[in-house]
């Protein structure tokens, strides 16, 4: 396992993420709106998001077990670094997108490793989850203008966009409920009873 979370740990912090993105978004949309479609130009959040893709790719790189690639480490960890610095300057046309797309891919990670030979069939929320980003994610780094129609199509109507931050907000109390009331706290080393 890369990382040690327990089952319930990666669903509260799912959950209380998806809750509280989409509770904002209802309450100050007003203000997430206009910066929604901003979002897939605008080069600081490119590069800030980039920077924190490549950080935690670097800190995977540098401290997981790579089995027969352990030996290129160092080369794997100087490819990162120059992936970094040189993404930004030669593909910026929707580098916030693309950089989002990669972070949607190391973040289903955790919640797959953490439901892994897991007994719970709850455990299908993060799951779910998981794969919905990994998808996701696929198709922002291939084709970033997804996500800019996907969001002039929510922006289109107040139902829309209404409907999806609620949608949010029902799949991350969904989610903290069955991290509360079904994930147990153990170890994902000891997974099964």
Not at 126 to 133: G, K, N, R, T
Not at 136 to 157: C, E, Q, S, T
Request: net charge positive; proline share 6%; aromatic share 12%.
């Amino acid at each position: 396992m890369i990382y040690d979370f327990s089952l319930r740990t990666v669903g509260l912090l799912a959950g209380c993420g998806l809750l509280v993105s989409h509770v904002f978004a209802l309450v100050a949309a007003e203000q997430v709106k206009p910066w929604l479609q901003t979002f897939p130009r605008s080069r600081s959040m490119g590069i800030f998001l980039c920077t924190l893709a490549a950080a935690w790719a670097f800190w995977l790189a540098a401290t997981m077990d790579l089995g027969e690639f352990t030996p290129n480490r160092t080369l794997i960890c100087g490819v990162v670094l120059a992936g970094a610095v040189m993404v930004p300057l030669f593909a910026d046309e929707f580098l916030s997108v693309r950089a989002l797309g990669i972070l949607a891919l190391l973040a289903a990670e955790p919640l797959l490793g953490a439901a892994f030979l897991r007994p719970e069939q709850t455990r299908l929320f993060l799951v779910v989850l998981a794969y919905a980003w990994a998808v996701a994610g696929l198709v922002l780094v291939g084709a970033p203008y997804f996500l800019r129609d996907a969001i002039n199509w929510i922006l289109a109507g107040p139902r829309r966009y209404r409907l999806v931050a609620w949608a949010g907000v029902v799949y991350g109390l969904l989610s903290i409920g069955a991290s509360l009331l079904f994930f147990g706290g153990d170890s994902p080393h000891n997974p099964l009873p």
